[in-house]
């Protein structure tokens, strides 16, 4: 049996009020299991205790009670982070540096330096399709920018898991779709990707396994494929097919005991309309 | 997938630090804090303003008095300025959580980002003591082209040695180093304050505080036991104060330096130590409040 990525046993959180003696649960007794090489998908609404689960991953919050490992190794230790990249939501890097300098400060905290620094800071760059930008000042990088240097330092060390905190919030759609591109390459490469979301559509494109937390507590846990299928239910998609063809299925369901739900033109996606519209790769 | 990028963590590393306090010192130097330094020169050139009438001493006396007193309020306030942002900065814009998430231990953090202020410090306290040497240079030359004209052929090299004896003064060194000790000091309260204040203004206004009960507790303490009528209650409080707020004033050697007293050294590494001792027991203070604080 391999180690898995991901290992939360018995996760309580509790946060006391200053001034109160009221408490906020943010997670109770989560547990799950993140294989290596899957793309899982942390879901739930505001307040769910998403973040406050990857903060405990990451080792910025301890648990209340329970633990949680990477790999094995537990996240309080600072070692178990060698194995982790993380972008938070709406990060602001340094505005000061540039887009290079920014990814080689990273890489100076990983323990990188010389020409296997430099060499990975021009990888990472090309990675992420900022080459030409790399020597702006971050004060001057669009927000799709600002993500795709966050995903660069995120991977300075070669981690075996990333940990992606809303990656593609307030990316316009073009850029949208290249994170998830991104993040689809990461899989190939067998990289380990927790990401936390509320663009639904993009998880559902990318995640092979999916947990949906409400108010601290997780509800459902399972592969995506089965839990969105619905079982009594069958789709056929045809392409060129005749309108007698269509008349004599719609005759054989009417001799069958199955009942027709509904008959309509497939559609594309709004973003892929977009993306067709202004140009982007659809 | 191979992982030739990949480094062994060491549990204290001297490179991880220096990173830190590097980008510490571009971050502070790239927000231009170094325009102070304009004001500084002002004053000392504003300071000549007022020395048409007075002797060669009293002439380096102000001058003396005048730069040292403002390289105190500078270095001071820079210090504390530039302290107080940083910490909060970073939780804000969510730049700590891609540092920590990082295999860096909090102490390293903490000691990075103080050595960065220490060395902004550094170079602010040496940019102003050129600065300072350079306007006491010029005050000497004119002293001396002046004094030429007014004394005879034989009493020329009498007059040079005694304005050079009162220019630079072997006491102005541990005077400079204590400015900076002190500065240094506020700095690492400053980042004390800063792990567990709710914002920067906060930060500020105690650091504020710590600073003036750093400058009175000396007299208060002495006032208190000369009029003997301190209860036990009192002497515990005082004892209290005493031993969490350095006393400020000892590293105020400005006026002995203008008085032309000199500095005795024992004396002298004895509020160096203490100085570093004070600095030390700030950061494992700041270091026990962040290391359990949660981000």
Same mark, same amino acid.
């Given at each position: 049996m391999t180690t898995p990525a991901i290992a939360i046993r018995n996760l309580t959180k509790v946060f006391p009020i200053p001034f109160k003696r009221e408490r906020v649960v943010a997670v109770k007794n989560l547990s799950l299991e993140v294989e290596a090489g899957q793309v899982y998908g942390l879901l739930g609404p505001n307040g769910s205790g998403k973040s406050t689960t990857m903060k405990i991953v990451l080792g910025l919050v301890s648990p209340s009670s329970g633990s949680t490992e990477i790999f094995g190794r537990? $996240?309080? $230790?600072?070692? $178990?982070?060698?194995?982790v990249g993380f972008l938070p939501e709406n990060p602001y890097f340094y505005?000061?540096?540039?887009g290079a300098e920014t990814v080689r400060f990273y890489g100076k905290l990983c323990g990188l330096h010389g020409a296997k620094l430099k060499d990975r800071t021009g990888e990472l760059l090309k990675l992420v399709g900022l080459e030409e930008a790399c020597?702006?000042?971050?004060?001057?990088?669009s927000k799709g920018m600002l993500q795709r240097i966050g995903l660069a330092q995120a991977l300075i060390q070669d981690p075996r898991l990333l940990v992606l905190d809303e990656?593609?919030?307030?990316?316009d759609p073009a850029g949208s779709r290249e994170i998830r591109d991104l993040i689809l390459d990461f899989k190939s490469r067998g990289i380990t990707v927790l990401l936390c979301s509320h663009l639904l559509g993009h998880v559902q494109e990318i995640c092979d396994r999916i947990g949906i937390l409400h108010q601290g507590v997780l509800v459902r846990e399972g592969k995506l494929a089965d839990l969105i299928s619905i079982e009594n239910q069958t789709e056929l998609i045809l392409e060129d097919s005749s309108p007698e063809l269509i008349e004599e299925i719609e005759k054989l369901i009417l001799k069958s005991k199955a009942r027709l739900v509904e008959k309509r033109k497939p559609q594309t996606t709004l973003e892929r309309f977009f993306l067709e519209v202004t140009g982007g790769k659809p | 997938m191979t992982h030739s990028f990949r480094t062994v963590h060491k549990n204290f590393s001297l490179a991880r630090i220096n990173t830190i306090a590097g980008n510490t010192l571009l971050e502070l130097i790239r927000l231009k804090v170094f325009y102070f330094l304009l004001l500084f020169a002002l004053l000392i050139i504003g300071s000549?303003?007022?020395?048409?009438?007075?002797?060669f001493q009293e002439q380096f006396q102000v001058l003396k008095d005048v730069s040292l007193g403002a390289m105190s309020i500078f270095t001071w306030l820079l210090a504390v300025l530039s302290t107080a942002m940083l910490l909060p900065k970073d939780i804000e814009d969510r730049t700590l959580y891609t540092i920590l998430a990082k295999p860096v231990p909090r102490f390293e953090y903490l000691l990075g980002k103080l050595l960065g202020v220490l060395l902004l410090l550094l170079v602010a306290t040496l940019l102003m003591s050129a600065m300072f040497a350079g306007a006491l240079y010029l005050r000497q030359q004119m002293v001396i082209a002046a004094t030429l004209h007014g004394v005879s052929p034989d009493q020329v090299q009498e007059a040079i040695r005694a304005i050079r004896a009162e220019t630079f003064t072997a006491s102005l060194v541990p005077g400079v180093v204590a400015i900076y000790l002190k500065a240094a000091l506020c700095a690492a309260v400053t980042l004390f304050i800063s792990t567990f204040a709710t914002s920067w203004i906060f930060t500020i206004l105690i650091s504020v505080m710590v600073y003036f009960i750093g400058h009175i507790q000396s007299t208060a303490r002495e006032y208190w036991l000369a009029s003997g009528d301190g209860s036990q209650l009192a002497k515990i409080f005082m004892f209290f104060v005493t031993l969490i707020f350095?006393? #400020?004033? #000892?590293?105020? #050697?400005v006026d002995d330096i203008v008085a032309g007293n000199a500095i005795h050294l024992l004396m002298f590494w004895k509020t160096v130590g203490l100085g570093v001792s004070y600095l030390g027991v700030y950061l494992l203070a700041a270091y026990f409040v962040f290391a359990n604080k949660e981000l």
């Open positions: 537990n $996240s309080t $230790s600072v070692e $178990s982070r060698e194995d505005k000061y540096l540039t020597d702006r000042r971050l004060g001057g990088y990656p593609t919030a307030g990316v | 000549s303003a007022f020395m048409v009438n007075f002797t350095p006393d #400020l004033q #000892l590293f105020n #050697l």
